[in-house]
């Protein structure tokens, strides 16, 4: 059996061949679904060369152009010349006989629209905000949160996280204690190190975004709510050429070991980590190659949901709902360049003229016949086609409505809009977009209080910074996305003041750094 659960110690969670079929049967479904998601957001362009050979000399991807595009799959065969089947992405098309690709259009409305909700999520630094009842360890815990995140990418790690959520409709964040820490808790001593010290084992803690095709959860049979073992499985390219590339062609065919070369000749391993609020486990193409006991008693993994979807795992991904319509989108605008391939230019047909094939059209050109029947007669143009302008409309127009983004939010002004200097205005205008965004706000709230909860139950199993359950506890503030009035925030944070607000959290909403004046006034 590839797989040793033994130190687990769990006797219901002893059959191996479970965890083999999630990686050999359920990872290949879940990474071929969650491909087409990321394919559909980034639309990754190909040169042609780098497709199947034959297809690209039978002109297949031709049409003029040296590249194709991931949004291609969802053209019909009319357009492409090439029939997709459910599990094949833009190459593994079967090339439709007698049927010539035509004019390719791809517009993808579904990248902007992402990056525009996930800049009006986390396009401003949050802000973590302590409940600890002792003032000195408020501060403290900030400083330690601070320190984390920027360890971690800052802004970046939550602009990430929102992208993978919103892809892919969830992401899970895998807190990794450096080594420093996991040695820490095995020794004697009883030492309390400096505060500046703590600091600087923080900075070792390693905030891991999985993203959802190498996730393969094992959930509460009882409680979809609750993971009982995150198992992981992907694939890994390693800095160093395979046995294959470094031997040569023969040695390609002859050899038999597992690990294979990807396409550019590097080592390829597939691992597979097991993690349990116990222990933990890696194999490397299903052998044990470490494994350890985790002291922490829980276990270090988070779950945000990008929407909340009651009874699944996973949660509404923002891309999935917006396929058919883009799909929709890309076929219309193809069909439009291809008609005014034919009739945007002018024909003309020539009759009783001598040699008029061979002379060109230009302007101030005669031509002089003896013929009298001779004429020539013009054909061909571009015509207006309302419906269709009306179509494509309506069809961005559904794209708005679905994903809550419309090109307002981008920037993007057509019309008058009127007066949009006061804050009811823009409310009104941005409804929809405000209206997810704090759906958002709330699921990926959570996650991030639940990661700064893990980090001090760390820290605090490890002796390195003892806290108690009420000094974990920590509220997430978000900057508001939309232009505001100064004189009315400050108006606002006054009558806060007098009503009993803390003043610490008041600065905060207004967008001082009150820690780092507490510091400078040391």
């Known amino acids: 059996m590839p797989f ?6 769990d006797k219901e969670f002893s059959n191996a061949d479970y965890i083999e079929w999630l990686v050999d049967e359920r990872s290949i479904d879940i990474h071929t679904r969650f491909a087409k998601l990321w394919e559909y957001y980034t639309n990754p362009m190909v040169e042609v060369s780098h497709a199947t050979p034959k297809r690209a000399e039978s002109g297949s991807f031709g049409a003029g152009r040296c590249y194709v595009q991931a949004q291609e799959c969802g053209l019909p065969p009319r357009i492409t010349g090439l029939v997709h089947s459910v599990n094949a992405g833009v190459f593994g098309g079967q090339r439709v006989r007698d049927v010539q690709r035509k004019e390719v259009v791809i517009e993808n409305d579904i990248a902007w629209r992402i990056n525009a909700a996930v800049d009006f999520l986390f396009g401003k630094p949050i802000s973590f905000v302590s409940k600890s009842p002792v003032s000195q360890k ?11 995140f920027a360890a971690n990418g800052a802004i970046g790690f939550f602009q990430d996280m929102a992208v993978l959520g919103s892809v892919y409709g969830f992401v899970d964040c895998l807190v990794r204690p450096g ?10 001593s009883s030492q309390t190190p400096s505060f500046e010290d703590v600091l600087q084992l923080v900075r070792t803690i390693d905030l891991e975004l999985i993203e959802a095709p190498r996730a393969l959860p094992v959930l509460e049979e009882n409680d979809y709510k609750k993971i009982r073992y995150y198992v992981q499985h992907f694939v890994q390219r390693r800095n160093a050429l395979s046995q ?77 709902s917006l396929i058919p319509l883009q799909d929709e989108l890309n076929t219309r605008l193809s069909d439009r360049a291809s008609r005014i391939t034919f009739q945007a230019f002018k024909m003309y047909l020539g009759k009783g ?3 008029f094939e061979d002379r060109p059209i230009s302007p101030g050109r005669m031509w002089y016949t003896d013929n009298p029947e001779a004429a020539i007669e ?37 019309n008058k809009l009127g007066n949009l200097t006061s804050a009811v205005a823009l409310r009104l205008t941005f409804m929809g977009m405000l209206s997810k965004n704090e759906r958002k706000r709330f699921t990926y709230a959570e996650g991030l209080k639940k990661i700064a909860q893990m980090v001090l139950a760390v820290l605090d199993r490890a002796n390195i910074y003892k806290t108690s359950e009420a000094d974990r506890e920590v509220d997430i503030i978000f900057p508001s996305p939309l232009p ?18 803390p003043t610490e959290q008041v600065l905060r909403e207004l967008g001082y750094d009150t820690m780092n004046d507490r510091e400078n006034s040391n």
């Open 353 to 355: 003229i001598e040699g």
């Open 138 to 148: 408020r501060a403290e815990i900030e400083s330690i949160f601070k320190v984390v």
């Open 378 to 414: 013009e054909f061909g143009g571009d015509a207006a086609t309302p419906s269709e302008d009306m179509h494509i409309a309506e069809i961005r127009e559904a794209m708005d409505k679905t994903s809550g983004v419309t090109p307002v939010v981008a920037g993007v002004l057509k």
């Open 4 to 9: 040793d659960l033994t130190i687990f110690k």
């Open 244 to 320: 294959s590339r470094r031997a040569g062609i023969l040695a390609k065919l002859l050899s038999a070991g597992r690990r294979s070369p990807d396409a550019s000749g590097r080592l390829v391993v597939a691992v597979t980590e097991i993690t349990s609020a116990t222990a933990w486990q890696r194999y490397e193409d299903k052998q044990l190659v470490a494994e350890s006991e985790l002291p922490w008693g829980f276990l270090p993994v988070v779950h945000i949901q990008n929407v909340a979807q009651p009874y699944y795992y996973e949660g509404q991904s923002d891309v999935e």
């Open 179 to 188: 080594d420093e820490i996991v040695e820490s808790i095995s020794s004697s």
């Open 484 to 501: 505001e009035n100064m004189m009315e925030k400050l108006k606002e944070a006054q009558i806060k003041k007098e009503l009993g607000v």
